[in-house]
Nanobody
Framework: QVQLVESGGDSVQAGTSLRLSCETS????????IGWFRQAPGKEREGVAA???????TYAESVLGRFTISRDSARNSVYLQMNSLTPEDSAMYYC??????????????????????WGQGTRVTVSS
């Protein structure tokens, strides 16, 4: 059974940091392409960051330089370090997996519709 479980969401002040975690099971994590997405109320789901099995990564322009995605194959987990948070970062954050997939970083984040597995999300609220 495939599972992706996000954690680490919280309510914080602008300018602070959070680290989100995504623990996975039930598929070949080491060969999977993993992405973080977010969705704010009334807005479409948007890709935030994604990482290949070889640790190459890509980011949305809105988070470049502030967010860092990483993965730990020993723990089948992916992380999203979020620094210098702003109220515009407030959203439900989801991790998603596409097994046996690799995407060139120049191609941007894989569209949400192309991911196979999703977690339930963790909420981030940033107040000014």
């Amino acid at each position: 059974q495939v599972q992706l479980v996000e954690s680490g969401g919280d309510s914080v002040q602008a300018g602070t940091s959070l680290r989100l975690s995504c623990e996975t099971s039930g598929f070949a994590f080491k060969l999977a392409y993993i992405g973080w997405f977010r969705q704010a109320p009334g807005k479409e789901r948007e890709g935030v960051a994604a990482i290949n099995a070889d640790d190459t990564s890509t980011y949305a322009e809105s988070v470049l330089g502030r967010f860092t995605i990483s993965r730990d194959s020993a723990r089948n987990s992916v992380y999203l370090q979020m620094n210098s948070l702003t109220p515009e970062d407030s959203a439900m954050y989801y991790c998603a997996a596409r097994p046996l997939h690799w995407r060139g970083v120049g191609a941007g984040i894989l569209p949400a519709s192309d991911f196979e597995y999703w977690g339930q999300g963790t909420r981030v609220t940033v107040s000014s």
